[in-house]
């Protein structure tokens, strides 16, 4: 069989020998192998000797061949390509007509295309709006594309809304790296729900926080599973208004078993990251990313004890060594290349993760235990988080502060931070490691009442 290197001595050197061979190649092999291989094709190449395979029973070899016919933009073969995008029976085959006929950038291919923007296929629309973009400034293509702008499809969406928005800035007064100054450092004893009415819109550049676990500690008490998951989504609903353009939601939670009443009941488990992630995509929090939070068997709750003993089948309980990270981006058109975009050079410089860093989603991490709380974040798990998602000075908000993990990696990482928390002992802990002053922000942090804070909200501009 031909190499790649004798391929192309044929096709600068012996175009002729090279369209015998193709002609003349019975296995689909050799054929698959020439057509896969041609790359750029030289000026005056005779697109018809591809013609012949746009027939071919293998589907790779349409694709090949449909592929290649684009590449020799010859306005001739848009019939030819129109058909194989109407009547191919393999799909990869169709999306590559249209995107052969948008290659050409012919004005005669306008229709062909428009025609296809009503396929079934979203990803042959997606062709067909790639070569249509083309003539973006033609106010009938224009207005055709813009009809797409409500399509069922929420990649072809976002294509239209990034393809027409015209300003390039966010929606914010405040330049994107900067936070109001009234909240930064700060701690408020109270409820989030509250706290936030205070919070002015797109104030916040990350937020990080592991919510109460429904009813299976004692500081969370919800009428019902449903009425605690209304909490979260008005939370994370305010979350994502004080949230700036673009900017990140990580959710530290898993499921969680309530304990049975009695003897005579059955514990029930709680999928929580699972029930949340619907309502929060709802509100216009986009996923990302699922990492998990990998923890020591030793030093989670045994749930093998009775297995172990009688090893009979449906009882098998495993014990659960994982927690979930799962990362949200404020749904916006911007690429995250506008939100790096948007700090100096030196902010960017120091803000680069230098070394060795975790990359895969499975973050081995041990727990760590508080004497004041029951349920803290590993200073480790904070570092990362506040590392990877955010650049330095940043505002970082735990609306569930509990003992302000996340303030204290958010300081020693040369952020800010914003912490509400209701319980009075929880506070009084923070008090510990956020009270002290630090060099970055020249002095300790400041605990509010709801109070204080509104006050202090009132003094600042409108
Ligand atoms: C799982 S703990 C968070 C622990 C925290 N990540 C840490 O490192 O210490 C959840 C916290 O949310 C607090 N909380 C529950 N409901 C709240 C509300 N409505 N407003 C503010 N804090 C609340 C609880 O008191 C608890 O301290």
């Keep these: 069989m031909i190499t790649k290197d004798e391929l192309n001595r044929l096709k600068q050197e012996n175009l002729s020998e090279l369209y015998k061979l193709l002609n003349g190649s019975q296995e689909n092999r050799e054929v698959l192998f020439v057509l896969e291989n041609l790359g750029s094709l030289p000026n005056g190449f005779d697109g018809d000797v591809f013609v012949p395979f746009t027939r071919h029973p293998n589907d790779d070899i349409r694709f090949w061949a449909v592929k290649n016919i684009g590449k020799v933009a010859d306005e001739g073969d848009l019939k030819l390509l129109n058909d194989a995008a109407q009547h191919d029976s393999d799909s990869m085959v169709r999306r590559e007509a249209i995107s052969s006929i948008g290659r050409m950038r012919s004005p005669k291919a306008k229709k062909i295309l ?5 396929d079934a296929d979203p990803k042959v629309v997606l062709q067909a709006i790639r070569g249509l973009l083309v003539f973006k400034g033609d106010a009938e293509i224009q207005n055709k594309l813009l009809q797409l702008k409500d399509h069922p499809n929420e990649t072809i969406q976002s294509v239209i809304r990034r393809e027409f928005s015209k300003n390039e800035k966010s929606s914010s007064a405040e330049p994107h790296p900067v936070s109001p100054e009234f909240l930064r450092d700060v701690v408020v004893q109270g409820d989030v729900r509250e706290v936030l009415k205070y919070v002015p819109d797109e104030s916040l550049h990350l937020t990080f926080t592991s919510p109460p676990y429904y009813n299976a500690r004692d500081y969370s008490i919800y009428v019902s599973y449903n009425a605690y998951l209304d909490f979260l989504e008005e939370v994370f609903n305010e979350v994502h208004r004080v949230t700036k353009e673009g900017r990140f939601l990580i959710v530290n939670t898993s499921p969680v078993i309530v304990p ?17 992630h619907a309502r929060l995509v709802n509100i216009g929090w986009e996923f990302v990313d699922d990492i998990i939070w990998l923890k020591p068997e030793s030093s989670v709750k045994n749930r093998n004890a009775g297995f ?34 948007q700090y100096d050079w030196d902010t960017v410089e120091e803000s680069k993760i230098k070394g060795d860093y975790e990359t895969s989603n499975v973050w081995k991490i041990d727990p760590t235990f ?4 029951s349920a803290v974040f590993p200073l480790e798990l904070c570092n990362r988080v506040v590392k990877f998602y955010s650049y330095k000075g940043d505002l970082i908000f735990d609306p569930f502060g509990g003992s302000g993990t996340l303030g204290k990696a958010a300081r020693n990482l040369n952020r800010h931070f914003f912490l509400t928390e ?27 009442t709801l109070e204080e804070f509104a006050v202090e909200r009132a003094k600042e501009k409108p």
Excluded: C
């Design 114 to 118: 428009s025609s296809f923007l009503s």
């Design 260 to 276: 049975r009443v009695s003897r005579a009941h059955a514990s029930k488990r709680y999928p929580i990251p699972f029930d949340l």
């Design 308 to 341: 172990l003993q009688h090893r009979k089948p449906l009882a098998y309980k495993p014990n659960a060594v994982t927690e979930y990270l799962m990362v949200y981006r404020k749904q916006t058109d911007q690429l995250l290349d506008w939100n790096m975009r």
């Design 370 to 373: 508080d004497r004041v709380h």
């Design 422 to 448: 209701q319980e009075p002992k929880y506070v009084e802990r923070m008090k510990a490691d956020l009270g002290k002053t630090n060099l970055f922000q020249g002095e300790s942090a400041r605990f509010l």
